[in-house]
């Protein structure tokens, strides 16, 4: 069956400008997260998804970054006023459910951001 | 905070050699632990994961055990191939967070 897709695979824009990345969980997956990956780091938690409500957004860095999923399924990343080190990798991930330690998260080949 | 630390790479072997990847980590309660495997121009992909102290996991060849005495979860492999070039991200996770949290990886580079 189909992964978890996320579009665009590339996006360049300029500084101070609004860029949205949005995610495609694979069908049924209830939660849904967001990572941003840097050049030679590991992946960094954004924020999670439970249905269509934020159950945790304590890794979102500052309040230029939102996300939203409206119907518990497509989930956008927002970022306003994009800065030089903003610059990175957002991987989307979806699992089954939050809590049990055997659902796994199923990651998406990820949107390379840069702004220039 | 919780953490983890994986050893540096580039890690460079010849096929066929023993491989370790080491990882420690710093919990405040009983996570799940994981490896992640990123090939060339691929996604994270789940390698294995255990779940709890002296569990093991395994997957294509390659083990990790939980040790909550040492605080680590280091992968190894018998023998290396040239297909097992990839970056290796070791990574933890609580049951009721949810979230991963992420060692900064190891680059394996295996030469036939």
């Known amino acids: 069956g189909a992964g978890v897709s996320q579009t665009p695979s590339n996006k360049v824009t300029e500084k101070g400008k609004y860029v949205e990345l949005r995610c495609d969980p694979i069908s049924g997956h209830t939660a849904l997260y967001w990572y941003r990956q840097s050049l030679g780091q590991g992946p960094e938690f954004l924020i999670y998804f439970q249905g269509t409500g934020a159950a945790d957004d304590s890794g979102l860095p500052n309040d230029r970054f939102f996300a939203v999923r409206p119907e518990g399924s497509v989930s956008t990343l927002k970022i306003q006023r994009t800065e030089r080190g903003d610059s990175a990798v957002y991987l989307c991930?979806?699992?089954?459910?939050?809590?049990?330690?055997?659902?796994?998260?199923?990651f998406g080949p990820g949107t390379r951001l840069t702004v220039l | 905070g919780d953490s983890v630390t994986q050893m540096e790479g580039p890690v460079t072997l010849s096929e066929e050699a023993f491989l370790t990847i080491n990882c420690t980590y710093t919990a405040t309660g009983y996570p799940s632990l994981f490896w992640y495997v990123q090939y060339p121009g691929e996604g994270l992909q789940l390698l294995l994961k255990?779940?709890?102290?002296?569990d093991k996991g395994s997957n294509k060849g390659f083990e990790a055990t939980y040790r909550k005495e040492t605080t680590s979860f280091h992968l190894e492999k018998g023998s290396v191939q040239v297909s097992d070039s990839a970056v290796y991200f070791c990574?933890?996770?609580?049951?009721?967070?949810?979230?991963?949290?992420f060692g900064q990886g190891t680059e394996l580079s295996v030469k036939p």
């Open positions: 990574a933890l996770r609580y049951n009721q967070g949810g979230k991963l949290i």
């Open positions: 991930a979806s699992s089954t459910t939050t809590g049990a330690a055997n659902n796994e998260q199923f």
């Open positions: 255990a779940t709890k102290a002296d």
